[in-house]
């Protein structure tokens, strides 16, 4: 009944009795079948009203959303298609924008063959010059999807709000569309307020004591601003209204955005933490130091570092300096004296900069034996001179336990803004400086040179190519034959790399020199150099050649796999092929620092397994000696820099023949490298060196080559033999 007086009302309402105002009207009317036509395709469903607010024209949009006729909805008839719970709402709205003929959005629902869904409802009037209204037109745009997303939303904020309740955790809620504040019961307890206080920031405002009140106050201001940041968080003291007695609050805030970058919402969460205050100072000192040295870590080092480039950048004509510290022969420390004397050397070296540096310079560990310093507001020149002082005083021995240590850095330096934009770059370029000190001035202080990251590119560019080389399957052994001095027949092959380029040709191991002592690249390398010399030991007996020993050399990145021993001897039994045909070339670098017992443990499995074991570059290291006697050792390789002056330089040729002494006691087969005379040749026969290679017997060759040198050797000599080293006990 009282749905039925309301149609009546509006359907009843006088009409405009104007002529201009007729004339008007038909105007319109002739607009509207244009405007009518015009947006029949339109996906909302458009209509027209007259002045008094009955419906003229719908669109056909209309009968394909509700199912209902489009004749039915004129004048008031559209009612029947509302929810009975909206049409109060709905028709309120309505008589409002009449009297006002203020333009309208209201959202309700309508009825639908599939059940009622939301639409939002737009209108405008059209009015004469003299603001008389002649006509209304409108939308209606199916906004159901969005209704129950809000719906859902609000519903997981409700359970947000009761989760963080049970947990004792407050929430200020700011609406800034509405301009709505909305406190939860536990945040007023938390400050002391009554149930029913107002959620006014001033009122927070005046709890928080004098020096934190800024910090608050600027986000305050900050939400009328829009300040663009998304996240916040603070902590503030303040006295509780209720006792004063004094807490600490940390909040936790979201600001969330409309798509039009406009403020919606702010959330903040609020936790009193008075008793977890000093815990958490703990726990973050903890975070942002190292334990074994007290020094700033890593993550603040990059943080502090941030920070002194920034107070650079405000100042005029400042520098800074960046020093990377690396503790010389910290590992062999570690290794040779134990860990508490490493960790002692560390503890040194960190309180030596700070003393050294000041307090004025943020020392810092980066982990393991890496240091690093800022120094600010010094000129280049008077930097450099606090550091090298720095590393002076490291110098002075360290005793342990009645052992003495040697306490040594070396330090690469970089300055800002000269040698990097930024951080990162102002560590890599420090770094770079580093790395080429240690290489060529251990001990000692480097700086930064642009020369260095072209360095740096080629060893980058140089794993690049390593790894294209291994992927690929570029990589193609070259042979140099190994001879017997007594009769000249061939006793082997050392199998050396070189890899395919496409344009270049045929290219040597010193085009990637820098992949051999990178871990993964070194050992791709050797899976195919492996692949390839058992493909050609396999190729040639198919041919039916009589093989002889192939070398093959294993860089040390190659023996941090504990795979080793079960791949060289998997791949020998997937060809076929007798362990005896394989030697393994080391250099005594394999021996050196943790690990050792397990390089042993390896070589002692070839070795059994009947794989030979050669020693290259003997002569050449600190501990050749010991390896002789520690390690099954088969073979030893006499460096080629010994056997090139053996005639003229005196020194070279009493090595040679102290090694060919104790090789012949020890039972262990020598080989001369590089020789390339027959003078040569001929005083290393004379003092009973058994095998040689070098130039005067063959270059490097391909496998073609080399298979060829075999029938060569096969057919005019007799077949090579395979020899294996003399036994030892």
Same mark, same amino acid.
């Given at each position: 009944?009282?749905?039925?007086?309301?149609?009546?009302?509006?359907?009843?309402?006088?009409?405009?009795?104007?002529?201009?105002?007729?004339?008007?009207?038909?105007?319109?009317?002739?607009?509207?079948?244009?405007?009518?036509?015009?947006?029949?395709?339109?996906?909302?469903?458009?209509?027209?009203?007259?002045?008094?607010?009955?419906?003229?024209?719908?669109?056909?949009?209309?009968?394909?959303?509700?199912?209902?006729?489009?004749?039915?909805?004129?004048?008031?008839?559209?009612?029947?298609?509302?929810?009975?719970?909206?049409?109060?709402?709905?028709?309120?709205?309505?008589?409002?924008?009449?009297?006002?003929?203020?333009?309208?959005?209201?959202?309700?629902?309508?009825?639908?063959?599939?059940?009622?869904?939301?639409?939002?409802?737009?209108?405008?009037?059209?009015?004469?010059?003299?603001?008389?209204?002649?006509?209304?037109?409108?939308?209606?745009?199916?906004?159901?999807?969005r209704k129950r997303a809000e719906t859902a939303l609000q519903a997981s904020e409700e359970r947000f709000r009761m989760a963080a309740e049970a947990a004792g955790i407050g929430i200020w809620d700011y609406d800034a569309l509405r301009g709505k504040r909305l406190w939860s019961d536990v945040f007023r307890a938390m400050l002391g307020l009554a149930a029913d206080a107002p959620a006014e920031p001033a009122t927070a405002l005046a709890l928080v004591v004098p020096e934190d009140r800024p910090i608050l106050q600027q986000l305050v201001d900050s939400i009328g601003h829009g300040d663009t940041h998304p996240r916040f968080e603070l902590t503030v003291r303040i006295h509780r209204a209720n006792d004063g007695a004094l807490r600490w609050?940390?909040?936790?805030?979201?600001?969330?955005?409309?798509?039009?970058?406009?403020?919606?919402?702010?959330?903040?969460?609020?936790?009193?933490?008075?008793?977890?205050?000093?815990?958490? &100072?703990?726990?973050?000192?903890?975070?942002?130091?190292?334990?074994?040295?007290?020094?700033?870590?890593?993550?603040?080092?990059?943080?502090?570092?941030?920070?002194?480039?920034?107070?650079?950048?405000?100042?005029?004509?400042?520098?800074?300096?960046?020093?990377?510290?690396?503790?010389?022969?910290?590992?062999?420390?570690?290794?040779?004296?134990?860990?508490?004397?490493?960790?002692?050397?560390?503890?040194?070296?960190?309180?030596?900069?700070?003393?050294?540096?000041?307090? @004025?310079?943020?020392?810092?560990?980066?982990?393991?034996?890496?240091?690093?310093?800022?120094?600010?507001?010094?000129?280049?020149?008077?930097?450099? @001179?606090?550091?090298?002082?720095?590393?002076?005083?490291?110098?002075?021995?360290?005793?342990?336990?009645?052992?003495?240590?040697?306490?040594?850095?070396?330090?690469?330096?970089?300055?800002?803004?000269?040698?990097?934009?930024?951080?990162?770059?102002?560590?890599?370029?420090?770094?770079?400086?580093?790395?080429?000190?240690?290489?060529?001035?251990?001990?000692?202080?480097?700086?930064? %040179?642009?020369?260095?990251?072209?360095?740096?590119?080629?060893?980058?560019?140089?794993?690049?190519?390593?790894?294209?080389?291994?992927?690929?399957?570029?990589?193609?052994?070259?042979? &140099?034959?190994?001879?017997?001095?007594?009769?000249?027949?061939?006793?082997?092959?050392?199998?050396?790399?070189?890899?395919?380029?496409?344009?270049?040709?045929?290219?040597?191991?010193?085009?990637?020199?820098?992949?051999?002592?990178?871990?993964?690249?070194?050992?791709?390398?050797?899976?195919?150099?492996?692949?390839?010399?058992?493909?050609?030991?396999?190729?040639?007996?198919?041919?039916?050649?009589?093989?002889?020993?192939?070398?093959?050399?294993?860089?040390?990145?190659?023996?941090?796999?504990?795979?080793?021993?079960?791949?060289?001897?998997?791949?020998?039994?997937?060809?076929?092929?007798?362990?005896?045909?394989?030697?393994?070339?080391?250099?005594?670098?394999?021996?050196?620092?943790?690990?050792?017992?397990?390089?042993?443990?390896?070589?002692?499995?070839?070795?059994?397994?009947?794989?030979?074991?050669?020693?290259?570059?003997?002569?050449?290291?600190?501990?050749?000696?010991?390896?002789?006697?520690?390690?099954?050792?088969?073979?030893?390789?006499?460096?080629?820099?010994?056997?090139?002056?053996?005639?003229?330089?005196?020194?070279?040729?009493?090595?040679?023949?102290?090694?060919?002494?104790?090789?012949?006691?020890?039972?262990?087969?020598?080989?001369?490298?590089?020789?390339?005379?027959?003078?040569?040749?001929?005083?290393?026969?004379?003092?009973?060196?058994?095998?040689?290679?070098?130039?005067?017997?063959?270059?490097?060759?391909?496998?073609?080559?080399?298979?060829?040198?075999?029938?060569?050797?096969?057919?005019?000599?007799?077949?090579?033999?395979?020899? %294996?080293?003399?036994?030892?006990?």
């Amino acid at each position: 009944m009282q749905r039925s007086r309301m149609k009546h009302s509006i359907a009843c309402a006088p009409p405009a009795t104007s002529g201009s105002l007729l004339d008007a009207l038909a105007a319109a009317q002739h607009e509207a079948d244009h405007f009518r036509t015009s947006v029949e395709m339109a996906r909302h469903i458009s209509w027209s009203a007259d002045a008094n607010g009955a419906i003229r024209t719908v669109s056909a949009r209309w009968t394909e959303v509700t199912g209902i006729d489009v004749a039915k909805a004129l004048d008031s008839g559209w009612l029947d298609a509302l929810h009975p719970d909206d049409v109060e709402r709905t028709l309120q709205i309505w008589h409002r924008a009449l009297e006002t003929a203020a333009s309208t959005d209201v959202d309700y629902r309508l009825y639908t063959p599939c059940g009622y869904r939301w639409f939002r409802a737009c209108a405008s009037p059209r009015c004469d010059r003299d603001g008389a209204v002649l006509a209304w037109f409108g939308t209606l745009e199916d906004i159901d999807d969005r209704k129950r997303a809000e719906t859902a939303l609000q519903a997981s904020e409700e359970r947000f709000r009761m989760a963080a309740e049970a947990a004792g955790i407050g929430i200020w809620d700011y609406d800034a569309l509405r301009g709505k504040r909305l406190w939860s019961d536990v945040f007023r307890a938390m400050l002391g307020l009554a149930a029913d206080a107002p959620a006014e920031p001033a009122t927070a405002l005046a709890l928080v004591v004098p020096e934190d009140r800024p910090i608050l106050q600027q986000l305050v201001d900050s939400i009328g601003h829009g300040d663009t940041h998304p996240r916040f968080e603070l902590t503030v003291r303040i006295h509780r209204a209720n006792d004063g007695a004094l807490r600490w609050m940390q909040t936790s805030g979201w600001r969330v955005k409309a798509a039009n970058g406009r403020m919606e919402r702010i959330l903040v969460t609020v936790r009193d933490v008075t008793e977890q205050l000093t815990a958490e &100072q703990r726990v973050r000192w903890a975070a942002e130091h190292d334990p074994l040295t007290g020094l700033v870590n890593r993550a603040a080092f990059n943080r502090l570092l941030e920070d002194a480039i920034e107070r650079t950048t405000r100042a005029t004509d400042a520098v800074l300096t960046l020093a990377l510290f690396d503790v010389d022969h910290l590992k062999e420390t570690n290794d040779t004296v134990g860990h508490e004397a490493g960790d002692l050397l560390l503890r040194t070296v960190a309180e030596r900069l700070v003393d050294a540096l000041g307090s @004025d310079a943020v020392v810092a560990r980066l982990g393991g034996d890496e240091f690093a310093a800022i120094v600010e507001d010094a000129p280049d020149a008077l930097a450099e @001179d606090r550091l090298r002082s720095a590393l002076r005083a490291l110098r002075e021995p360290v005793v342990i336990d009645s052992i003495t240590l040697d306490c040594q850095a070396t330090a690469g330096i970089a300055s800002y803004p000269r040698d990097g934009r930024g951080g990162r770059d102002l560590l890599k370029t420090a770094d770079l400086a580093l790395y080429d000190g240690k290489a060529s001035a251990r001990g000692d202080l480097s700086r930064f %040179r642009p020369e260095m990251r072209a360095n740096m590119q080629r060893r980058t560019s140089m794993l690049s190519v390593a790894r294209m080389i291994a992927r690929d399957d570029r990589v193609m052994p070259f042979y &140099q034959p190994k001879v017997r001095l007594s009769d000249g027949t061939l006793s082997g092959f050392e199998a050396l790399l070189r890899w395919r380029h496409d344009t270049l040709g045929v290219q040597g191991p010193d085009t990637i020199a820098a992949a051999f002592d990178d871990l993964t690249a070194a050992i791709s390398l050797g899976e195919r150099m492996l692949e390839r010399v058992c493909a050609d030991l396999a190729r040639w007996r198919d041919q039916g050649l009589v093989l002889t020993r192939v070398a093959l050399n294993l860089s040390p990145a190659e023996f941090r796999r504990d795979d080793l021993f079960d791949r060289i001897m998997g791949q020998l039994h997937r060809h076929d092929l007798p362990a005896e045909l394989l030697e393994l070339e080391v250099t005594e670098t394999v021996f050196l620092g943790r690990g050792a017992d397990s390089v042993g443990d390896t070589l002692a499995a070839f070795h059994r397994a009947g794989v030979t074991v050669a020693l290259d570059d003997f002569g050449t290291g600190y501990a050749s000696l010991k390896h002789l006697r520690e390690y099954p050792v088969d073979v030893i390789k006499i460096d080629r820099s010994f056997v090139a002056d053996l005639l003229t330089d005196p020194g070279d040729a009493a090595i040679v023949q102290a090694v060919l002494g104790l090789a012949n006691q020890l039972g262990i087969a020598v080989v001369a490298e590089g020789v390339e005379t027959a003078e040569q040749a001929a005083y290393l026969l004379a003092r009973d060196c058994e095998l040689a290679q070098g130039y005067l017997f063959g270059r490097p060759m391909p496998a073609d080559d080399a298979g060829a040198l075999l029938a060569a050797a096969a057919s005019t000599i007799g077949a090579p033999r395979c020899d %294996r080293p003399r036994s030892r006990t």
